[in-house]
């Protein structure tokens, strides 16, 4: 079973920037896709970004694309979400993902999930 922990999110202004990180345990990672999604208040879950572990490729929404930057850390066993220029409309509870890659990146079909940390971008 695999266990993904996150840690990082917190109040921001902004334009400011948050660094989310997801420590993943349980499992050898080489052949999955890990990510993040997020939820608003009142919104569905919608997915953000996310990178499979091996190959190194990456996905984003359009919505952060250009703005957020999605990597990992394969000695740590740890997936990191760096988010700069923060927006009001970002505020959401952010949640860590994985699941088995395709050889592509998957916008749906995770089913693993931690159990999210939530991110305040005051305007």
């Known amino acids: 079973q695999l266990q993904l922990v996150e840690s990082g999110g917190g109040l921001v202004q902004a334009g400011g920037s948050l660094r989310l990180s997801c420590e993943a345990s349980?499992?050898?990672?080489?052949?999955?896709?890990m990510g993040w999604f997020r939820q608003a208040p009142g919104k569905e879950r919608e997915f953000v970004a996310a990178?499979?572990?091996?190959?190194?490729?990456?996905g984003y929404a359009d919505s952060v694309k250009g703005r957020f930057t999605v990597s990992r850390d394969n000695a740590k066993n740890t997936l990191y979400l760096q988010m700069n220029s923060l927006k009001p409309e970002d505020t959401a509870v952010y949640y860590c993902?994985?699941?088995?890659?395709?050889?592509?990146?998957?916008?749906?079909?995770?089913?693993?999930w931690g159990q999210g940390t939530q991110v305040t971008v005051s305007s």
């Open positions: 990178i499979h572990w091996s190959v190194g490729s990456t």
């Open positions: 349980g499992r050898t990672f080489r052949n999955y896709v």
């Open positions: 993902v994985a699941t088995i890659g395709p050889g592509y990146i998957p916008r749906t079909g995770y089913n693993y």
